[in-house]
C-alpha cells in the first residue's frame, strides 16, 4: 500500500475520531447544563433576580441535606473523569464541591451561600471552558507555510549578504 494511502486513511480516522469526540463533549454539556440547571437555578423567587435549584433546598434539612448536596455534585466530576479532564480541572471542582459542602454546614447562613455558590454550575463552566480548548483545531503547517518560511530566509541571506559585501 503506497504511503500516501496510508496517510491518507490514517487521516480519516483521525478526522473520524475527532468528530465522534465534539459529538461526546458536546453531548455531555447538553446533559451538564441540564442537570446544573435543575441543583442550582431551576426556580426563581418572584420579583428577583434570584434563581436557585433543588441542592439549595436539599441543605434546608438539617444534618443530612448538605451530604444529599455533596452527593448531587458528583455526576459533573463523574463526567469530567469520563470526557478525561486533566487532573488539575477536576481538582478545581472538588474545591467548589468542597466550598459548597462546608459552607453549607453553617445554618441559614450556609443555605443563602448555596444559593450564591453554585457549584455545579461552576464546575460545569469550568469543564465547558476546557473543551472549548479541546475543540479547536490544531493548527498544522502546509507545504506553503514551509515555502514561505524558505523564501523569507532566504531573502533575508540575501539582504544581509548584500549589506556585508558593501
Known sequence: MPKSTITKSKSVVGQREQRHREQQYRQALVRLDRYSRMTDSQFRIP??????????????IPVIGDFIGLLL??????EASRLQAP?????????????????????ILGDAFDVYWKANTRNTNLLRQW???????EKSTTRKDRLLVILLACVMVALIGGWLLL
Request: hydrophobic letters at 55%.
Open 47 to 60: 420579583l428577583t433576580r434570584i434563581r436557585f435549584g433543588v441542592d439549595p433546598l436539599l441543605g434546608l
Open 73 to 78: 455534585s458528583l455526576p459533573v466530576l463523574i
Open 87 to 107: 487532573l488539575e480541572l477536576r481538582r478545581k471542582m472538588i474545591r467548589n464541591m468542597l466550598i459548597e459542602a462546608v459552607m453549607g454546614i453553617v445554618p
Open 131 to 137: 473543551i472549548n480548548t479541546q475543540l479547536v483545531p
